[in-house]
């Protein structure tokens, strides 16, 4: 699975621009905000609780299948979130562009799809999660824990650049 190249055009329409821009020609290309996301040694993951109130995490992350990617314990509160409701929005800050992808995330069960997240996330953090009996494992931690790897697709993304007066909105599919 990949990520569709979205369509980007600016966040502000002339009627709603003061003070901020409305020249298409700030609107910045997807492949500038993908560079950020791939860059950053971690992102804010927030997620939808049951009740509706947002719960927000810092977590690692990696660019994987040509998506954003993240395991984490299927009993913590982001993992229950995201079993209950895929529906995620990462955030993240860069030197050009500050950013926000609305996204679905959805957990990754294939073996060949956990294999691909594993070792994305191994070259970039160093972390050794191990694949035993189908599942994803933290075989370093006592008790070797269960991890979930899931893949976020994303809907919609904002992108704000240093200068506080230019953004650019991408939409995807």
């Not at 971690?42 to 990696?62: D, N, Y």
């Not at 050009?96 to 191994?122: F, H, K, N, Y």
């Not at 694949?131 to 370093?140: C, F, L, T």
Request: with cysteine.
């Amino acid at each position: 699975m990949s990520v569709t190249t979205p369509v980007a055009e600016p966040l502000f329409r002339p009627q709603d621009a003061v003070p901020m821009s409305t020249d298409p020609a700030t609107v910045k290309p997807w492949a500038e905000a993908e560079a950020v996301l791939r860059g950053a040694p971690k992102v804010w993951l927030s997620t939808v609780r049951p009740g509706g109130r947002p719960h927000a995490a810092p977590v690692m992350f990696a660019w994987a299948g040509g998506a954003i990617c993240v395991a984490s314990r299927p009993g913590s509160r982001k993992g229950r979130n995201l079993a209950a409701d895929g529906r995620c929005v990462i955030t993240v800050s860069g030197d050009t562009l500050d950013l926000v992808v609305e996204g679905d995330a959805g957990r990754v069960t294939d073996p060949a799809g956990q294999r691909e997240i594993i070792a994305a996330i191994q070259e970039k953090y160093g972390w050794p999660l191990t694949m035993r009996d189908g599942s994803v494992h933290d075989d370093g931690l006592p008790g070797g824990p269960e991890y979930g790897c899931y893949r976020i697709t994303p809907v919609r993304a904002f992108g704000y650049g240093p200068d506080g007066l230019t953004a650019t909105r991408w939409r995807f599919g």
